[in-house]
């Protein structure tokens, strides 16, 4: 069975965006860029909420069509428009680029979609996650920690009461100083 793989940048005090809804202070390189290439590249297709998904369509379809990009920002934008996508939005009419749009995250639906056949499922979105925490729907989590603290912004995991046990399967330092952590959910932890 697929796992369900939130894939997220955050500051090394746990948020995703600062103030304002920046994300300027990630620290994305080359070296950075190309892990994360790879990853979702394994991926069997994408998890977004609207708005992750409305800046990803605002610049990937094309993204390769400029003659100053890197060649790992080309590399993604074919990948992006590629791989399958779902989108969770109440209020999106029409999407394109190989993507579905469901209108609620309904968690039997959510794991008949991990039964299919295929690579594990990208999971982005602030609110999108707060949703598959909710349910318990999230099997993995694949952080990349940026040496920055924000002190203030949108932290990416909402405070849910109950703990969950997780183990450390992989991690790697990047030269630029971010970290990437990846975690699964220990369910046998959780009895």
């Known amino acids: 069975m697929r796992k369900i793989v939130l894939m997220m940048s955050v500051s090394l005090d746990g948020y995703f965006e600062g103030p304002g809804h920046d ?55 074919t990948i992006w428009r590629d791989i399958p996508k779902v989108v969770y939005s109440r209020t999106l009419e029409d999407a394109g680029w ?8 309904v968690p039997e639906e959510v794991r008949a979609l991990k039964a299919q056949p295929g690579g594990d499922l990208g999971l982005s979105g602030a609110d999108l996650t707060a949703a ?34 997780l183990r450390l399967t992989g991690s790697r330092t990047f030269g630029n100083g971010v970290v990437f952590l990846c975690h699964e959910r220990d369910r046998a932890a959780d009895r």
Do not use: Q
Request: aromatic share 10%; no cysteine; charged share 20%.
């Open 132 to 165: 598959f925490l909710r349910h318990d729907l999230v099997d993995e989590f694949r952080l990349y920690v940026h040496p920055v603290l924000l002190g203030a912004g949108r932290p990416l995991f909402p405070t849910s009461g109950s703990p969950a046990d």
């Open 23 to 77: 994300i300027g202070w990630h620290r994305v390189d080359d070296e950075v860029h190309r892990h994360a290439n790879d990853m979702v590249a394994a991926m069997g297709g994408l998890l977004h909420g609207r708005v992750t998904y409305e800046l990803m369509a605002g610049f990937w379809p094309t993204a390769d069509s400029d003659p100053e990009a890197s060649a790992v920002t080309t590399e993604f934008a």
């Open 98 to 105: 190989n993507t579905t749009i469901v209108r609620d995250v």
